[in-house]
């Protein structure tokens, strides 16, 4: 029987801390994402929940990126239920509750929509 002398062999470091893409946490892998699409120079761009898990400062900084790419004619389709969010982002609103429409307008409309109110902002109105 042989026993092997020497240094045990190095552990490789985990996925994660290599910055393997497959295993980048949440909010690195949808900026990624976004500047795929983004480089497809695409006229509609669909985001579903894009602030996520997302820090209070990358929410912000996520909604600046969406204004500033708002401002170069790329239409938004957002579903989301932040709605600083939203009423950052919108110039018109179609807001569904359990399946179906309750209101539809600017954001200054929809924000004073008794139903939308009742069912989003919790009766408090910003």
Known sequence: MKVAAGPRP???????????PGCRARPD???????????AEPRLLLLDDP???????????????????????VTKVVIEHD???VFSLAERLTVLHQGSVI???TPHEVRNDERVVE?????ARE
Do not use: F, N
């Open 51 to 73: 602030t996520a898990s997302m820090s209070r400062h990358e929410t912000e900084a996520t909604i600046e990126l969406l204004q500033q790419i708002a401002s170069t004619g």
């Open 103 to 105: 209101a539809e307008g």
């Open 29 to 39: 892998t949808r900026a990624s994402r976004r500047c795929q699409c983004l480089a």
């Open 10 to 20: 190095r552990r490789r470091r985990p996925a994660v801390r290599r910055g393997h």
């Open 83 to 85: 709605m600083h969010l």
């Open 119 to 123: 069912a989003y902002l919790g009766g």
